[in-house]
């Protein structure tokens, strides 16, 4: 089986729905015909001021929600990042062959430091791509499934896994990105034309998988729309319809043309009813199994243990080499 790697950041309570159909959605499918890894990147997370307490917690409830969803502990290799060592190991490896421009260039890293400011920016925000760039290389991975967000970053690794190959010789499997062109990108309910994010400033348009199902079918009625009043997909001039319709076709498994049909010359009140239904039925299981994994931390936490063993012993394998191969003395 071929190896597939992707995480998350243990960024907030709970996971958005972009998380979950982005990235979770296509990630329990895969998790059937793939070699898969999954884990909680929690060191990432340390690039944003955090509360320690906290951070643990988000860290457990993340798991728990990749479980919740349909995540595989036995079929899969769930784990936390920072239990598996070799990563920030690479990570400082990969930072000597990456070249300071080159970080520069990273959308994400601009965009964030814009936002906190470059006082207020660590140099951990900054190299954040090379640490992901050690998650994926070593585990000598072939496919990297995320929403487009994160391409940049997949690119900015093949780039390294190529350079550190043409030096050194090969280590490293080149990765390709795996991209679901259709639901890559969920736009925020209430500002259709920005990303959803785990870390956006008002959670007025965001629709937590965690959340109290009245609470999420609130939203949806209250969604931004447009005044034309036909449930018809266009992505310019009705942004927040036609991701409200994404949003319904990506968890129905249905086409939106279809759905164009079934709510022609009906309004946008019944649209938002229907989806708000479809999205209370599909969240309620996975929040009920999330908040019973969460019942018992202990139990949870021998899983993730168990798992960031098999994790390491892959990981360790390669970082080893690497060590070799670069010009390390190693202790005998
Ligand atoms: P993160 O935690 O921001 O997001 C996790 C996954 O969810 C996808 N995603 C979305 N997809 C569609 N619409 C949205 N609005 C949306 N928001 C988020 C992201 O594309 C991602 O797939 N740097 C990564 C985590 C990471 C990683 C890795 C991923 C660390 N190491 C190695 C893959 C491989 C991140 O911050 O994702």
Not at 17 to 27: E, K, M, R, S, V
Not at 224 to 251: F, H, Q
Not at 254 to 266: F, K, M, T, V
Not at 285 to 298: F, G, K, Q, S, T
């Amino acid at each position: 089986k071929a190896r597939l790697y992707s995480g998350m950041q243990p960024s907030a309570d709970s996971l958005q729905i972009g998380n979950y159909i982005g990235a979770l959605l296509q990630w329990r499918d895969l998790q059937e015909s793939y070699d898969a890894f999954f884990s909680v990147v929690d060191l990432h997370a340390l690039t944003v001021p955090n509360d320690p307490a906290e951070l643990r917690e988000k860290t457990r409830r993340t798991a728990a929600q990749y479980i919740a969803a349909g995540i595989e502990p036995s079929k899969s290799t769930l784990y936390v990042q920072s239990h598996v060592s070799a990563h920030a190991e690479l990570a400082w490896i990969l930072s000597t062959i990456t070249g300071f421009g080159e970080a520069g260039r990273m959308t994400q890293f601009k965009d964030k430091s814009s936002r906190y400011g470059a006082e207020a920016s660590s140099v951990g925000l900054f190299t954040y791509p090379v640490l992901m760039a050690a998650d994926i290389l070593l585990y000598q991975t072939a496919i990297v499934p995320v929403g487009d967000d994160q391409k940049q970053h997949v690119e900015l690794t093949r780039d390294l896994a190529e350079r550190f190959n043409a030096r050194y010789g090969d280590t490293f499997r080149v990765p390709v990105p795996m991209i679901q062109q259709d639901t890559a990108r969920i736009y925020d309910l209430q500002n259709p034309t920005s990303k959803m994010s785990k870390s956006a400033e008002s959670t007025a348009g965001v629709l937590w998988l965690l959340d109290d199902p009245s609470a999420s079918a609130k939203k949806i009625m209250r969604a931004v729309t447009d005044s034309e009043g036909v449930v018809r997909y266009d992505r310019n001039a009705k942004p927040g319809v036609s991701n409200l319709l994404v949003i319904y076709a990506a968890l129905t498994g249905r086409q939106i043309p279809s759905l164009e049909d079934e709510y022609a010359g009906r309004g946008y009140g019944d649209f938002k009813k229907g989806l708000a239904e479809v999205v209370v039925n599909e969240f309620g299981p996975v929040r009920e199994r999330a908040l019973e994994l969460l019942a018992d931390p202990a139990e949870l936490d021998r899983v993730l243990a168990k798992n960031a063993d098999h994790a390491a012993s892959v990981a360790e394998e390669t970082l080893s080499t690497v060590y070799d191969r670069i010009g390390l003395l190693r202790r005998r």
